[in-house]
């Protein structure tokens, strides 16, 4: 059995009591308010659960975690930096970018990301704490990522591509920014093969607790979430590790 929260009071059970099975279930009902969506992620929890169900709260053991330094950026993504015309922005189209990570993707008509998680989200973003990334070809939205920001730690929600390698441009641009302003560390979650193509790697939930406790209260640097239409050539001199700086090689 899990506990049902109630929408008047903001608490959370300990991650550690989630469930073996289904992996990392933890609690059911409450509410999508930002004061609570905070709560959770500060405490290594998210929501996901589709439409006709109740909100379900999570936090799976091992946890996907991808430390900026630790990011591959592989030769065959640094040509095509140099040499496709995408550019990229953040918090440009909030709206947009969480609307086309909601819509059926090819393998489903099943959506997690309901209209009351847009709405959540957005109301979050209008916060200062929910943000996106937009991938533009030719002035149109070909890819993107939102997520949450809480100290010096990026909580990774969704992404979506309508054209090859926009998503895997989205998470370089992401990751370059995170280590540009000092985060350290990109939540992602549950694990993929994707993911983990580009260096993420499972910690035990434990830690993942543990660095939580160390990086979420502290304070970042200004991160700069603004609008920035930028040539994505820039990225392909980076070296992960180097602070974000091209130059430091």
């Known amino acids: 059995m899990i506990p049902w929260l109630d929408p008047e009071q903001i608490w959370f059970p300990h991650p550690s009591t989630a469930l073996d099975e289904p992996p990392g279930l933890l609690a059911a009902g409450g509410d999508l308010s930002p004061e609570r969506l905070l709560k959770a992620y500060s405490m290594g929890i998210f929501p996901w659960y589709e439409e006709q169900q109740p909100i379900l709260w999570w936090s799976p053991d091992p946890r996907a975690v991808l430390f900026p330094a630790e990011f591959r950026l592989r030769r065959s993504l640094r040509k095509i930096l140099r040499n496709k015309p995408f550019t990229v922005s953040f918090d440009k189209n909030f709206a947009a970018v969480i609307h086309a990570c909601a819509q059926p993707r090819s393998y489903s008509e099943e959506t997690w990301i309901t209209r009351e998680m847009e709405a959540a989200y957005q109301a979050l973003h209008v916060t200062g704490h929910a943000h996106s990334l937009e991938v533009w070809q030719e002035g149109s939205l070909v890819g993107g990522l939102y997520g949450v920001a809480l100290g010096k730690v990026f909580f990774g929600e969704s992404m979506f591509s309508t054209q090859r390698d926009a998503s895997k441009i989205a998470l370089c641009a992401l990751v370059h920014h995170l280590e540009q302003n000092r985060f350290e560390l990109l939540d992602c979650q549950m694990r993929s093969a994707h993911l983990e193509f580009m260096g993420s790697r499972a910690i035990a939930r434990e ?14 640097r200004d991160a700069k979430w603004r609008e920035m239409d930028r040539d994505l050539r820039y990225l392909a001199d980076w070296q992960p590790g180097t602070g974000g700086n091209p130059k430091l090689q």
């Open 207 to 220: 830690e993942f607790l543990k660095l939580l406790e160390r990086h979420v209260s502290a304070p970042p």
